[in-house]
Nanobody
Framework: QVQLVESGGGLVQAGGSLRLSCAAS????????MGWFRQAPGKEREIVAV????????YYSDSVKGRFTISRDNAKNTVYLQMNSLKPEDPAVYYC?????????????????WGQGTQVTVSS
């Protein structure tokens, strides 16, 4: 079992930055690929970024590529999402997720573990 707890959400002006953190419980954190998803009101949940278990491989959706950076610290059982140049279309509840299979994260199908989410709001 893996429990995921996100933090770092909040209100930021357009063009600003936020860093989300996701703390994971369990001794096998370093074995999991990790991902960040988001869901805005009235919209489907979408993948934002994925990072492999080692941190050596990353994936970003086109909507955030070049602005967001996913990283992980396996010694701290934590994955991060650095969000820069935030836009009015970025507000959503952001969820952390874990799975053995990075492809399942990228596709958002059959993902093993989810966090409870953290709200990101962008003011224009």
């Amino acid at each position: 079992q893996v429990q995921l707890v996100e933090s770092g959400g909040g209100l930021v002006q357009a063009g600003g930055s936020l860093r989300l953190s996701c703390a994971a419980s369990g001794r096998t954190f370093s074995s999991y690929a990790m991902g960040w998803f988001r869901q805005a009101p009235g919209k489907e949940r979408e993948i934002v970024a994925v990072i492999s278990w080692s941190g050596g491989s990353t994936y970003y959706s086109d909507s955030v590529k070049g602005r967001f950076t996913i990283s992980r610290d396996n010694a701290k059982n934590t994955v991060y999402l650095q969000m820069n140049s935030l836009k009015p279309e970025d507000p959503a509840v952001y969820y952390c997720a874990a799975d053995w299979d990075a492809n399942r994260l990228r596709l958002g199908v059959g993902v093993d573990y989810w966090g409870q989410g953290t709200q990101v709001t962008v003011s224009s």
